[in-house]
């Protein structure tokens, strides 16, 4: 009896340690991981896509200028398949009054990005709907099943972060916003050319999508699909488009960027690279977006409560940050 | 399957639960059918099944044989037919090479350009070791030291017991017969000491081998640009990158073993503490080097042929140096064979065998003039200094001859000894760019110190038991502490390669 009550209490300390060690390894920030850091229904919106969301839509510049939150459900590359789990993920944790789902990784269906798979995962806590993920990503994916246990316990590849622990644990992202200040000068595609590709979505596609706009119906949920603005080829430009009048036919509103002049986006300045908006673009694109979320959407200011806070201290440490890598201000741009 | 992978883990808990689960008598056939599985799992086909089956019925069936017609002379053409069968299986898979090789060498002396090569069919896993744990079976029961075997069922789990497959230890029937065969029950000491045997092994192998091997091959496979210095660091650091890693995989094998209420013979016993090389191999892979003594050098010893040789040269040099004669004649084939036992390459026989055999003849021949040395300059042969001495050129010696085992081959091994001589500037600025940042190399140096300690204290006890006998904190902390370095400062998961197993290979 006294062995047995000696094993149990042995297993428990060395499961507190394992999961303390595990935090505390975990070490890799990430716009996930940032949107896992705020307090439970604090969020007024809630952004789900792939970099076209943490690198375009500006949180903190957001905040600053309407006083409403955001977080960024949103990751490197990440495959369509995960939309509708991502939706019911936020919900665990945040009431938000409007999701945006950006459509700019609809053709991120094959999996075959082992990193991409990782940085969705490995920052969600242990559940049901977590393994539900897992599960849907590596059947869908080349990994070889024997390397599919890696998957399902991050510590075996967070347990080597100790060795490189102070440049890994620095976080550069402002409430899930990346900042990138580099500029490439992209020739601009023609607008109409929106209007004339359009192809089918391929069934991984179809049914992440229908999978997704099922769930928003069932549980009535206010969302917005963003396009976002890039350079696109006629196979992408097509997945949009077939995407967009699938979205459409159900009554659900889609926001081409690409079609909006009021954005003024300068391809020559605004483009960090051909797929991704810079610094510059980023601010462009926040400001127009913020406006008509705040106008279209009951969203609460909270700039004089003391409970948001960090929001301004994270705003304050973005602005000193693009005065050190760019030389403007925010007001500047 | 290795040793350090999630499914081994698996396998081992499946096992040990059925094992402990089904009704007693039926303990060994629950090993038997774990064996198979861990023996065939992996590469199933008819030519594996071939080879096994070839070895376990020549062993089977002639140690019935020779225990039917005992003390007939037909016992001895048995066991020499039981003997051939096994080694012409060990020799077609293994060594077929190595004769070709000599054979082009040979033609190449006399102007003669052959080309002559095969390849092989693949080795069954564990084949070295099963080959000559069933010949020393059919031997001990040719000598009268143990009945054999009569169930087939009961002789095949001999042969194949799955912990032995991968790095041995080498197991001899008269010890393991009760052992593998009686009853246990579940003993929860047995599984909290080969609990802790087993992340011993693990410490070893995950922590320090794997970042030795890191340097090691870096240095290795660049050898020419990196000279001098590292080179000599690299020689140092893969002798005992090959003792973690073979002996932390003893370590994992006897763990798992000891849960089983099965224990194994040990096969280490704190080789770097030796103060010669003779006494570094009775420490270092043990249970080879007594099976070779008991099967090959002591029958050779009284051989006909050594025995002749014993009696001219006695009349030609008198009878001192004639004993020494036939002893390092007998010395050299078995150490040849130490050496072919690795693999059939001359890399292998130089470096495990003929430079082991020279290391310890001098170590004879100079013996006594040593010995007066020591007299004349009044050193104390005891004292801390002249050990630690003893042991570092012990070491040094060592280490030297496994630039060979290490080495991709001969000539290979010819020039990383060159170029060991070859000094350049800047090893001090740069031996943190050789694969293991600082903090790597500070855990690894931590973790040798750890080893080394543990080694010490392992030479006057068991360091297991010891740990048993601390009050419970103490045991806890010590416990834990084992526990996350492993999982910490191991190099597992997706990050690194697969862990390489040195042993597995032979």
């Known amino acids: 009896m006294k062995k047995l009550r000696n094993t149990i209490i042995f297993f428990i300390i060395f499961i507190i340690i394992f999961l303390l060690i595990g935090k505390i390894l975990h070490i890799k920030p990430n716009a ?53 789990y991502l939706l019911k993920e936020t919900r665990k944790r945040q009431k938000p009054k409007v999701y945006v789902i950006d459509l700019g990784h609809i053709h991120h269906y094959e999996n075959d990005e082992i990193g991409a798979i990782r940085k969705i995962i490995d920052e969600m806590p242990f559940s049901l709907n977590r393994l539900a993920i897992t599960k849907k990503l590596l059947n869908e994916s080349f990994i070889d099943k024997k390397d599919y246990i890696n998957y399902y316990f991050s510590f075996l590849l967070y347990h080597s972060t100790w060795d490189n622990f102070n440049n890994l644990k620095q976080n550069d992202l402002y409430k899930g916003y990346l900042l990138e200040k580099l500029t490439t000068s992209i020739i601009p595609q023609e607008k109409e050319n929106w209007n004339d590709n359009v192809s089918y979505l391929n ?37 949009i488009n077939a995407a967009t009048k699938i979205i459409e036919d159900n009554n659900l509103k889609v926001i081409n960027f690409n079609t909006i002049d009021e954005l003024k986006i300068d391809y020559a300045h605004d483009l960090y690279n051909s797929e ?46 693009l005065k050190k890598l760019t030389g403007y201000n925010i007001e500047d741009i | 399957m290795n040793l350090t992978t999630f499914s081994f883990l698996l396998f081992c808990i499946i096992t040990l639960l059925i094992y402990f689960i089904v009704p007693k008598k039926g303990q060994w056939f629950v090993l038997l059918l774990s064996s198979l599985y861990f023996l065939f799992y992996k590469d199933f086909n008819i030519g594996t099944l071939f080879y096994v089956l070839v070895i376990f019925l020549a062993a089977y069936f002639s140690a019935i044989f020779i225990d039917k017609y005992a003390h007939k002379k037909s016992a001895k053409w048995f066991l020499i ?113 080969g609990l802790i045997r087993i992340l011993w092994g693990l410490f070893k192998i995950l922590v320090i081998s794997q970042r030795l091997g890191i340097i090691v091959d870096t240095v290795y496979q660049n050898y020419s640009t990196y000279s001098g210095l590292y080179i000599i660091m690299a020689v140092l650091f893969f ?24 224990e194994l013979p040990e096969n280490f016993h704190s080789p770097f503490f030796s103060r010669t090389i003779t006494e570094l191999w009775r420490n270092w892979h043990i249970t080879l080097g007594a099976w070779l003594k008991d099967y090959v050098f002591y029958p050779l010893m009284k051989s006909n042929l050594i025995q002749k040789i014993g009696t001219k040269t006695k009349k030609l040099f008198g009878k001192k140096v004639s004993k020494k004669i036939t002893l390092y004649i007998s010395m050299l084939i078995m150490w040849i064979l130490i050496g072919a036992w690795h693999s059939g390459e001359y890399k292998f026989i130089i470096g495990s065998g003929i430079l082991q055999f020279i290391y310890m003849v001098f170590e004879d021949l100079l013996a006594p003039i040593v010995k007066k040395g020591c007299k004349k300059l009044r050193i104390n042969p005891d004292s801390f200094g002249y050990k630690l001495y003893q042991c570092l050129r012990t070491y040094l010696l060592f280490s030297l001859a496994m630039i060979f085992f290490r080495a991709s081959s001969v000539s290979n091994a010819l020039e990383i000894i060159k170029n060991m001589f070859i000094f350049k500037p800047g090893f001090f600025t740069n031996i943190f760019n050789l694969g ?34 601390q009050n419970i904190v103490v045991r806890w902390i010590l416990i834990y502490a084992l526990i996350f370095a492993v999982l910490i400062f191991g190099m597992y998961g997706p990050k690194y390669d697969q862990t390489i197993f040195i042993y597995q290979q032979f």
């Open chain 2, 239 to 262: 002798t005992m990158q090959l003792y973690t890693n073979f002996s932390g995989s003893i370590d994992i094998i006897m763990g798992v073993s000891k849960i089983m209420g099965i």
């Open chain 1, 32 to 84: 996930i991981h940032n949107f896992y850091k705020e307090p439970k229904n604090s969020l007024d919106v809630v952004y789900i896509g792939s970099s076209n969301a943490y690198v375009y839509f500006n949180t903190v510049l957001a905040y600053e200028e309407y006083g409403f939150t955001t977080g960024m459900m949103a990751s490197d590359s990440q495959p369509i398949q995960v939309l509708n």
């Open chain 2, 81 to 193: 037919g039981g003997i051939f069968l096994i080694l012409s299986q060990l020799i077609l898979l293994k060594y077929v090479n190595l004769f070709l090789v000599t054979i082009n060498h040979i033609g190449s002396l006399f102007g003669q350009s052959i080309n002559l090569e095969i390849t092989p069919p693949a080795a069954p896993l564990g084949i070295s070791y099963y080959s000559l744990i069933m010949i020393s079976y059919i031997i001990d029961v040719y000598r009268g030291l143990c009945k054999p075997q009569k169930n087939p069922l009961k002789c095949a789990l001999f042969m194949t017991y799955f912990p032995i497959l991968t790095s041995g230890p080498f197991i001899r029937y008269p010890d393991m017969e009760k052992k593998l065969y009686t009853k246990h029950k579940f003993n929860y000491d047995n599984l909290c000491r």
């Open chain 2, 436 to 469: 293991l940042n600082k903090a790597n190399f500070v855990v690894l140096i931590f973790c040798l110190i750890i080893l080394f300690i543990i080694e010490y204290l392992q030479i006057k006890e068991d360091v297991i038991e010891d740990l048993f006998t």
């Open chain 1, 203 to 239: 069934s991984i596609q179809k049914e992440a999508l229908d999978k997704t706009i099922k769930y928003i119906k069932d549980e009535n949920l206010e969302v917005i699909f963003t396009v976002p603005v890039k350079v696109y080829d006629t196979t992408k430009m097509g997945y």
């Open chain 1, 276 to 321: 991704h908006l810079n610094v510059y673009g980023a601010t462009k694109y926040t400001r127009y977006f913020a406006k008509y979320l705040k106008e279209n959407y009951d969203l609460k200011d909270h700039r004089q409560d003391k409970k948001y806070s960090s929001w301004q201290k994270e705003y304050e440490r973005f602005t000193k940050s």
